[in-house]
Nanobody
Framework: EVHLVESGGGLVQAGGSLRLSCAASGFTFDDYAIAWFRQAPGKAREGVSCISTSDDSAHYSDSVRGRFTITRDNAKKTVYLRMDSLKPEDTGVYYC????????????????WGPGTQVTVSS
């Protein structure tokens, strides 16, 4: 059975930092790209970051590039998203997702999703 579980969300002031974790099980983790999406209240889900099977294959949306860092630990089957210099507009539910193809921003390309973790950034 496939499981993706996010953790590490919470409440932080603008300018602060959080580190999210996505723990995976039930599939060949090493063969999947892992992406982070987020959904702000009243808005559509959007791609934030993605990492492939190599640590040289990290990708970021324009809005978070330079502030967020994605990494993966294949031994632990876990992907991390460090979020620095957080802004109120970063607020939302953050989801991790796994797909067998290379990183992309199309939600339909991902086969597995976690239930999400809430991130709230206050001004």
């Amino acid at each position: 059975e496939v499981h993706l579980v996010e953790s590490g969300g919470g409440l932080v002031q603008a300018g602060g930092s959080l580190r999210l974790s996505c723990a995976a099980s039930g599939f060949t983790f090493d063969d999947y790209a892992i992406a982070w999406f987020r959904q702000a209240p009243g808005k559509a889900r959007e791609g934030v970051s993605c990492i492939s099977t190599s640590d040289d294959s990290a990708h970021y949306s324009d809005s978070v590039r330079g502030r967020f860092t994605i990494t993966r630990d294949n031994a632990k089957k876990t992907v991390y998203l460090r979020m620095d210099s957080l802004k109120p507009e970063d607020t939302g539910v953050y989801y991790c997702a796994a797909g067998p193809e290379d990183c992309n921003v199309d939600l339909s390309e991902y086969d597995y999703w976690g239930p999400g973790t809430q991130v709230t950034v206050s001004s």
